[in-house]
Structure formats: C-alpha cells, structure tokens
C-alpha cells in the first residue's frame, strides 16, 4: 500500500538526485552472507550499477570460486524519493537468480519487494529501516541498521561505518520441493566496515571487513548446509565511475 501510495505522490516528491551515474565494481570476498545466512565461501564478485533522476538500477553476481556453491545473480531496479532534505523513501524490485543450486527444493529464483526509508541527523548519522517481501519464499524480512561515515583528511579519505539487526520470517523455505513446505523465523545482526581509496579521477579501491550472526536459522537457507552462527569475511574491490 505503501509502494502504491509513493508512485501516486511521485509528481509531488522531488527525485532524490538529476545526476547520472553509472558505476562497474569488481573484487574478491573470502565469503558471501546475506542476511545472516552463509551462501557461499570464497567468490569473484560483480556489479554493473547506476543512477538517474530518482531511479536506481543495478546488476550483480556472486561466483564461488568453489563449484559445489551456486552461482548468484541479481537485478534490481527502484526509484528514490526525496520527502524533506534529511529523509529519502525508497521502492524497489530486486530479481535473484540462483545457478545450480545444490540443495534439493531450493529455489531456483525468486522476486523480493522492498520499501527502504532513510533519515539523516544533524551529525551525519544515517538511520535506515528497511522490509522486504519475497514472493517465493513467502518471506517478510525487516531490517534497521545505523551508519556513519568517518573522515580521515590525514589520508585523503573516510572510514564507512555500519551496524544493523534484522529479521526474517518465511512459510516456505523450500519452494520448489513439492508439498514438503518448510517455514521458518530466525534474527540476524552484525556490522560492516569498509574504507576506499580514490587513485585517479574515476577509480576506487576499497578494503572491506564484515562480522555477521544469525540465531536459530534453518539449515536449508544455505546451499552450503551451514547452521547458524558467527560470521566473519574480508573482501577487496575496485570500482570504476564514468
């Protein structure tokens, strides 16, 4: 309802920006978490993503470099609105297309749409809160999270921040399994730090390092079987803007 009601206001609501930007990232992960839950170990990841008047658009893949974890594609595209200089509201559809995925019942694809809201304050501290519907997995996943970023002018540069809690509730984690039907409820939290590097006017290298946990998770999340519990990963990256 929310999503209809923004699309209505859209010729009320300014665009969130006019620029376009267009971006292509590439890097290494030594795992891949999403939301809590281990989807593979180490992989080459991908993205083409971009930006216009408002719309956000953007493709990604994740490739193990182990064959027995699938490989993973996403496309998502949205649009940005901008309610008062400080709080944008965001709806978006992402696409996830999951290649050989080893776990008999798993899903071989699935659709999510997703309503973000972000608040920033006085300091500079980003609020966002976030849910997402998944019509697949019958899923409603909500998550908040707090970010900040810190400048370092001794370096040129700036520390990105994150800390986030999130949970997940599904009817059918294993859609494509028949009748089987096996539901599922389960939190996540965790935080994120990343610092990039400008090297010349378009490129950027970046160091990330992540922690993740999840509680009570069902096995069946993971195409690798992994239970629940901490995470944690490093990846490094480049990205290229025109």
């Not at 970046?206 to 990846?235: F, K, L, Q």
Request: aromatic share 14%; glycine share 10%.
């Amino acid at each position: 309802m929310l999503a209809f009601g923004l699309v209505a206001l859209g010729g009320q609501l300014p665009a969130d920006s006019d620029d376009l930007v267009v971006r292509v990232s590439s890097g290494i992960a030594s795992r891949y978490v999403y939301r809590g839950v281990e989807r593979s170990g180490a992989a080459w990841q991908v993205g083409l993503d971009g930006a216009a008047r408002g719309w956000r658009g953007q493709f990604w893949s994740n490739l193990p470099f182990d064959s027995t974890d699938p490989d993973e594609l996403n496309s998502t595209l949205g649009y940005v609105w901008s309610v008062t200089q400080d709080l944008s509201i965001q709806a978006s559809g992402t696409h996830f297309w999951y290649v050989d995925a080893p776990v008999i019942g798993a899903a071989a694809h699935s659709f999510e749409a997703n309503m973000r809201m972000t608040w920033i304050t006085q300091q500079q501290l980003r609020w966002v809160l976030e849910s997402g519907y998944d019509i697949r997995f019958d899923s409603l996943a909500v998550e908040g999270s707090l970010q900040y970023d810190l400048a370092l002018p001794r370096w040129g540069t700036y520390l990105q921040g994150r800390v986030y809690i999130g949970h997940v509730q599904a009817k059918d984690v294993l859609p494509d399994a028949g009748s089987v039907g096996i539901s599922d409820a389960y939190g996540y939290w965790g935080a994120d730090v990343r610092l990039p590097y400008r090297i010349s006017w378009h490129t950027l290298l970046a160091v990330d390092a992540h922690y993740s946990e999840a509680s009570n998770s069902d096995r069946y999340w993971s195409p690798r079987m992994e239970g629940p519990g901490p995470r944690a990963w490093i990846g490094l990256s480049a990205t290229y803007e025109f």
